[in-house]
C-alpha cells in the first residue's frame, strides 16, 4: 500500500512561486509514475505535470510549460512541483497521484484514472 501526502500550498500573489511537495511511501515507489494534477471549482480535475522513474521524463500541460517543473527524489520517496509566474487561473486544489502499473509517462498518463493512489490535496489560490 502507498500513502501519498501533499505539502506546501498557500496564498500568492500573481507572478510568485510555490513548491509543492509529496511524500510517497512504499519500497517500490521509484518505480511509480508520479503525476500532479489539480482541481479548481466548478471545473474537472485535469493533470499538471508527470514524472516517469527516469528525471528526463516528463509530461506538462500546455497551460503550465515553460512555468512549473516537476522533479523526483527517489531516495526520499518524494516529488515536486515548482511553479514560478504564478496566474491566477492556476488557483485550484493540487494533487499528487502514483500509478503503480507503469514506470514511463506515456499518452494515457494524462488520465487520471490510471492513477491507484491519491493525496487529499493542497490548496494553491493566486490572487490579482
Known amino acids: 500500500q502507498v500513502q501519498v501526502v501533499e505539502s506546501g500550498g498557500g496564498l500568492v500573489q500573481a507572478g510568485g512561486s510555490l513548491r509543492l511537495s509529496c511524500a510517497a511511501s512504499?519500497?517500490?515507489?521509484?518505480?511509480?509514475?508520479m503525476a500532479w494534477f489539480r482541481q479548481a471549482p466548478g471545473k474537472e480535475r485535469a493533470i499538471v505535470a508527470a514524472?516517469?522513474?527516469?528525471?528526463?521524463?516528463?509530461y506538462y500541460a500546455d497551460s503550465v510549460k515553460g512555468r512549473f517543473s516537476i522533479s523526483r527524489d527517489n531516495a526520499e520517496n518524494a516529488v515536486y512541483l515548482q511553479m514560478n509566474s504564478l496566474k491566477p487561473e492556476d488557483t485550484a486544489i493540487y494533487y499528487c497521484?502514483?500509478?503503480?502499473?507503469?514506470?514511463?509517462?506515456?499518452?494515457?498518463?494524462?488520465?487520471?484514472?490510471?492513477?491507484?493512489?491519491w493525496g487529499q490535496g493542497t490548496q494553491v489560490t493566486v490572487s490579482s
Open positions: 497521484a502514483a500509478d503503480r502499473d507503469r514506470t514511463t509517462v506515456g499518452s494515457r498518463s494524462i488520465d487520471g484514472d490510471r492513477y491507484d493512489y
Open positions: 512504499g519500497r517500490t515507489f521509484s518505480r511509480y509514475v
Open positions: 514524472i516517469g522513474w527516469s528525471a528526463s521524463d516528463t
